[in-house]
């Protein structure tokens, strides 16, 4: 059993910069994968971006690709997504989520994974 907590949502105007947390409650996280979603107001959740369990390999939504990074410290048990030049487009509730995995493939269908954080909210004023 995982547990994960995001951290770090808030207000911020365009075309600034958040940080967010995603934190997992046990050891051995270094054996799983980790994905960002997100679901904007009246939309769909979509995949933002997704952490091998080395941190070795990356991949992003093409909305994202270039303004947003994706790392972890497996030491601290923690993933990471540095969000720059925000644009309101970038308003909604941001979730992280883990797989157990130690393939180099990265899923970004959100069945894929089985375990689920309770969310940060992102606001990005105009």
């Known amino acids: 059993q995982v547990q994960l907590v995001e951290s770090g949502g808030e207000l911020v105007q365009a075309g600034g910069s958040l940080r967010l947390s995603c934190a997992a409650s046990?050891?051995?996280?270094?054996?799983?994968?980790v994905g960002w979603f997100r679901r904007a107001p009246g939309k769909e959740r979509e995949f933002v971006a997704a952490?091998?369990?080395?941190?070795?390999?990356?991949n992003y939504a093409e909305s994202v690709k270039s303004r947003f990074t994706i790392s972890r410290d497996n030491a601290a048990n923690t993933v990471y997504l540095q969000m720059n030049s925000l644009t309101p487009e970038d308003t909604a509730v941001y979730y992280c989520?883990?797989?157990?995995?130690?393939?180099?493939?990265?899923?970004?269908?959100?069945?894929?994974?089985?375990?689920w954080g309770q969310g940060t909210r992102v606001t990005v004023s105009s």
């Open positions: 989520a883990a797989v157990r995995s130690l393939a180099r493939s990265l899923p970004r269908g959100p069945r894929e994974y089985g375990y």
């Open positions: 046990r050891d051995y996280f270094a054996n799983y994968a």
């Open positions: 952490i091998t369990w080395s941190g070795a390999y990356q």
